[in-house]
């Protein structure tokens, strides 16, 4: 674990945790402002509840989201930047940062996970070597295992002074630690890197089979003692690119030689016992001719004999010697290196390097000398896929590379702060609902736009009082879906009234059974209360204030709906009054109640086109009238 970061899972993938911590984010915001505004809700109700004082409206204001800090900066203005309003400011902060949170939450994942391999002990399939064929143990076209293995053994960084005793699955990226691995064979090796011969020539007394004698350059690079046939075996094959129809026809040729101590002598290929010395090497030579070129067929080319000048050639070799402890658990259970079958090496050496070697020679292409240390990790895999022909699958604990995904430790801290500061001010939240919610319920302090529409149909509901009486509270959803907002029932009738009822007026919420009154104008000259009532429904409408002396509240009348006809009642505010049109035999459905004015010495219609001829004729017949003090009359009831 590196600094600045902290180990998540080597079990879930990158992506996937990604996608898990995009989510939580995104969670955690939202519930980060939903705690938010309820803290400062919950600041304002306390101090209604707790101190019974009057709190500014900013201070109930909670924001919960983009839209709400929109219209809190849109309605303020320059004004959220004062003493008064630094509540909204800091709610503002906390909404936009936590609403970008929530949308950035994907670049915010990505950005702050990561995957590197790791280093643990698992367990994993390998296969243990075994004796199989012994003293004839081979591999041959085994190209695509050869391949795993090499590169399983590269990218393990296992080295290249020691044999495998058993092969972890390739499928698996398994690591190379020393105290997991006890060889029973080691090497001691000296690896000569890529050399260029110069004046290299043939001629034409031996085969490609025999490439050191074929090649006296080649030749002198060798330790003489490795000519001494009493003790050394040489074994070589090669992969060859030629163009029969060209002077020189051999354009790219590798030739893989082996010298090693000859199994044959002392029987040393039964015991395995023995110190063994190998030399591989690798001749990559470029442009020359051979004898015997008139057969080009397979069979041929143990006639083939290279003559005259070399265009290029350069060489690559290793010689080690490989030791074997003293002492082993099982003779049975080691890799078996002296084996006869020398052929069957530099077969697979050919055989190995052909499709790469093919592929470059044939397109014109470099094709490369592999190094010394290639040639050793092949023998190493050679030998290693040889000796596990028999062997089965066993589960053994061995190091392997693991992904591991790492979180920011930036973003974890920040991540568990704001958690514990969500869930602290949620659980305080609950807390103070719970301990004051009588008090809360009996004051009704909305929250959201949603309470406030309903506290304004609660205000709006005369009929609440009275099943608040009797313990009969409409529930908010009622007052929410039973509310409306307009002009009330009075929009209704607007086209029907005189042109002064044409006053500007603001819609506001009404409900079921809800008086609907219009404030009377602050206007000396002229002052209007209109009531209407549905049916069904009943209230008290302000009157002007001098007919305080009438029956009921102070300034009142009541109405209630009757079907059928309208009825119409005009009270002049002058010391005389208009008298009452009404129609006869009307089953009073509904009434409406009005104040007339006189403007400049002239009576204004209440209610135009809404008389009939007769009620125009009353009219007519009631002409100006003094100035007295009005007659008190008693205030009509309607049950």
């Known amino acids: 674990m590196s600094v600045g970061w902290i180990d998540i899972s080597s079990r879930w993938e990158l992506t996937s945790v990604q996608a898990a911590l995009n989510v939580f984010v995104s969670i955690l915001g939202t519930f980060g402002i939903w705690s938010a505004s309820r803290f400062w809700w919950q600041r304002g109700s306390a101090r209604i509840l707790c101190n019974n004082t009057d709190v500014p409206l900013p201070t109930l204001y909670s924001i919960s989201g983009l839209g709400d800090s929109w219209d809190a900066i849109f309605l303020l203005q320059k004004a959220v930047f004062t003493k008064d309003t630094w509540h909204l400011l800091i709610q503002l902060v906390v909404v936009v940062t936590l609403t970008l949170s929530s949308m950035f939450a994907g670049p915010i994942a990505k950005s702050s996970l990561r995957s590197i391999p790791q280093a643990s002990e698992d367990e994993l399939e390998v296969l243990?070597?075994?004796?199989?064929?012994?003293?004839?143990?081979?591999?041959?076209?085994?190209?695509?295992?050869?391949?795993?293995?090499?590169?399983?053994?590269?990218?393990a960084d296992f080295p290249?002074?020691?044999?495998?005793?058993?092969?972890?699955?390739?499928?698996?990226?398994?690591?190379?630690?020393?105290?997991?691995?006890?060889?029973?064979?080691?090497?001691?090796?000296?690896f000569a890197p890529e050399t260029v011969l110069h004046n290299v020539e043939a001629y034409g007394n031996y085969t490609f089979y025999d490439p050191v004698n074929a090649f006296p350059v080649f030749r002198e690079t060798y330790d003489p003692s490795w000519f001494d046939s009493s003790k050394y075996r040489m074994q070589s094959g090669f992969d060859a690119w030629y163009i029969v129809t060209d002077e020189i026809p051999f354009k790219e040729t590798l030739f893989f030689t082996l010298f090693q101590?000859?199994?044959?002598?002392?029987?040393?290929?039964?015991?395995?016992?023995?110190?063994?010395?190998?030399?591989?090497?690798?001749?990559?030579?470029?442009?020359?001719?051979?004898?015997?070129f008139s057969d080009t067929g397979q069979a041929a080319t143990t006639e083939w004999m290279p003559i005259g000048p070399v265009q290029n050639a350069t060489f690559a070799r290793t010689d080690c010697n490989i030791t074997r402890k003293a002492v082993v658990k099982d003779e049975n259970a080691i890799p078996w290196i002296w084996t006869n079958d020398t052929y069957s090496i530099t077969m697979s050496y050919q055989n190995y390097y052909m499709n790469s070697f093919t592929t470059s020679a044939s397109k014109g292409q470099l094709v490369a000398t592999p190094t010394?240390?290639?040639?050793?990790?092949?023998?190493?895999?050679?030998?290693?896929?040889?000796?596990?022909?028999?062997?089965?699958?066993?589960?053994?604990k061995v190091s392997v590379w693991k992904d591991v995904v790492q979180l920011s430790v930036a973003l974890l801290v920040t991540i568990i702060i704001l958690a514990i500061v969500t869930i602290w001010l949620g659980i305080r939240y609950f807390i103070f609902v719970r301990r004051h919610g009588s008090k809360l319920e009996e004051a009704c302090i909305p929250d959201g736009k949603i309470e406030w529409m309903v506290h304004a149909a609660r205000l709006s509901a005369l009929r609440s009082e009275e099943e608040m009486v009797k313990g009969k509270r409409p529930k908010d959803r009622e007052h929410f879906c039973g509310a409306s907002f307009g002009y009330g029932d009075l929009g209704v009738r607007r086209n029907s009234l005189s042109a002064v009822l044409e006053?500007?007026?603001?819609?506001?919420?009404?409900t079921r059974g809800t008086s609907i009154s219009d404030p009377p104008p602050n206007s000396p000259q002229a002052s209007f209360s209109t009531t209407l009532c549905g049916q069904g429904s009943s209230g008290f409408t302000p009157r002007s204030p001098?007919?305080?002396?009438?029956?009921?509240?102070?300034?009142?009348?009541?109405?209630?709906?009757?079907?059928?006809e309208a009825e119409v009642e005009v009270d002049g505010p002058s010391d005389n009054e208009e008298p009452r049109v009404s129609s006869p035999g009307h089953s009073r459905k509904s009434s409406v109640t009005q104040h007339s004015t006189r403007l400049q010495g002239e009576e204004v219609p209440s209610i135009g086109g809404a008389r009939s001829a007769g009620d125009r004729a009353a009219s007519s017949q009631v002409g100006p009238i003094p100035a007295t003090e009005p007659e008190s009359r008693p205030e009509r009831l309607d049950d």
Request: glycine residues 6%; charged residues 20%; proline residues 5%.
């Open 160 to 190: 290249t002074d020691q044999l495998l005793d058993y092969l972890p699955s390739s499928s698996v990226p398994w690591i190379y630690k020393a105290e997991e691995w006890d060889p029973t064979w080691r090497m001691t090796c000296s």
């Open 503 to 510: 006053m500007p007026r603001f819609a506001r919420v009404h």
């Open 128 to 155: 243990y070597v075994v004796k199989g064929d012994g003293f004839s143990t081979n591999r041959l076209l085994a190209n695509v295992m050869w391949n795993e293995t090499i590169q399983s053994l590269d990218k």
């Open 546 to 564: 001098r007919h305080g002396s009438e029956q009921g509240s102070p300034g009142s009348s009541v109405c209630s709906g009757l079907a059928g």
């Open 261 to 292: 101590s000859d199994p044959e002598v002392n029987d040393r290929m039964y015991m395995n016992n023995d110190t063994l010395e190998i030399s591989l090497s690798v001749l990559h030579a470029q442009g020359f001719k051979v004898n015997n």
């Open 372 to 396: 010394s240390r290639d040639l050793l990790r092949f023998y190493q895999a050679y030998l290693a896929a040889a000796n596990t022909i028999y062997s089965s699958p066993t589960l053994k």
